[in-house]
C-alpha cells in the first residue's frame, strides 16, 4: 500500500542514529543473540506460545475476512501483512507463503491504482482459512496451493500491465 507522510515527523538515516551500545558491546550482543543456547530458549519459549499464536492467527485470518467483505483495502492488507509475518513463528508455514503471495498482489495492484480481483481475493482468503485451521492438510499441500496462487497472481499482474495481451 502506498505510503503517506505523517505530519511533524521526520526521517533519521540509520548512520545519523546513535547506536544504543558501544561497539565492543554490540559485539558480545550479536554473539550471545547467535548462540545455540539462546537459540535453544527462543525455541523452547515460542513451542510453549504456539497455540496462543496460532490463535492470533486464526483471529487475523477473521479480521482480514471482515475487511474483504468490506472492501476496506488497506485493513485488507493490514491484516494480510500481520499473517505472514506471524504465520512462520506459529508454525504455518504453509499459511505464512499464501498470505505472502497474497501481500505482493495486493501491493502490485494498488501501485497500478486498481481495485483487487474479487475471485483472486476470495481464493486467498478460502487457502488462508483452511490453511491456518487445518496444519496436516497445510503441511502436505500447502506448498502447492502457495504455487498455484502465485501462478494465478503472476497472471492478473501480467493483464494489469499489458490489458490488449500484446
Same mark, same amino acid.
Given at each position: 500500500?502506498?505510503?503517506?507522510?505523517?505530519?511533524?515527523?521526520?526521517?533519521?538515516?540509520?548512520?545519523?542514529?546513535?547506536?544504543?551500545?558501544?561497539?565492543?558491546?554490540?559485539?558480545?550482543?550479536?554473539?550471545?543473540?547467535?548462540?545455540?543456547?539462546?537459540?535453544?530458549?527462543?525455541?523452547?519459549?515460542?513451542?510453549?506460545?504456539?497455540?496462543?499464536?496460532?490463535?492470533?492467527?486464526?483471529?487475523?485470518?477473521?479480521?482480514?475476512?471482515?475487511?474483504?467483505?468490506?472492501?476496506?483495502?488497506?485493513?485488507?492488507?493490514?491484516?494480510?501483512?500481520?499473517?505472514?509475518?506471524?504465520?512462520?513463528?506459529?508454525?504455518?508455514?504453509?499459511?505464512?507463503?499464501?498470505?505472502?503471495?497474497?501481500?505482493?498482489?495486493? +501491493?502490485?495492484? $494498488? *501501485?497500478? /491504482?486498481? =481495485?483487487?480481483?474479487?475471485?483472486? @481475493? !476470495? #481464493?486467498?482468503?478460502?487457502? %488462508?482459512?483452511?490453511?491456518?485451521?487445518?496444519? +496436516?492438510?497445510? $503441511? *502436505?499441500? /500447502?506448498? =502447492?496451493?502457495?504455487?498455484?496462487? @502465485? !501462478? #494465478?497472481?503472476?497472471?492478473? %499482474?501480467?493483464?494489469?500491465?499489458?490489458?490488449?495481451?500484446?
Amino acid at each position: 500500500m502506498p505510503t503517506t507522510a505523517i505530519p511533524d515527523t521526520e526521517f533519521v538515516s540509520p548512520d545519523d542514529y546513535p547506536p544504543l551500545l558501544p561497539r565492543s558491546r554490540r559485539f558480545q550482543a550479536m554473539a550471545m543473540l547467535k548462540s545455540s543456547e539462546t537459540l535453544a530458549k527462543a525455541s523452547r519459549a515460542i513451542a510453549l506460545r504456539t497455540a496462543e499464536l496460532r490463535g492470533a492467527v486464526i483471529a487475523l485470518v477473521r479480521a482480514l475476512a471482515e475487511a474483504l467483505a468490506a472492501r476496506d483495502w488497506p485493513s485488507v492488507f493490514a491484516a494480510t501483512h500481520e499473517i505472514r509475518g506471524l504465520a512462520g513463528t506459529a508454525g504455518l508455514g504453509a499459511t505464512g507463503r499464501i498470505a505472502n503471495v497474497f501481500c505482493q498482489y495486493l +501491493d502490485t495492484v $494498488a *501501485r497500478f /491504482g486498481h =481495485a483487487p480481483d474479487e475471485k483472486v @481475493c !476470495a #481464493l486467498h482468503l478460502d487457502a %488462508l482459512v483452511l490453511s491456518a485451521r487445518t496444519e +496436516d492438510d497445510a $503441511a *502436505r499441500h /500447502g506448498d =502447492a496451493v502457495a504455487q498455484e496462487l @502465485c !501462478a #494465478l497472481v503472476a497472471r492478473k %499482474l501480467a493483464e494489469l500491465k499489458d490489458p490488449a495481451g500484446d
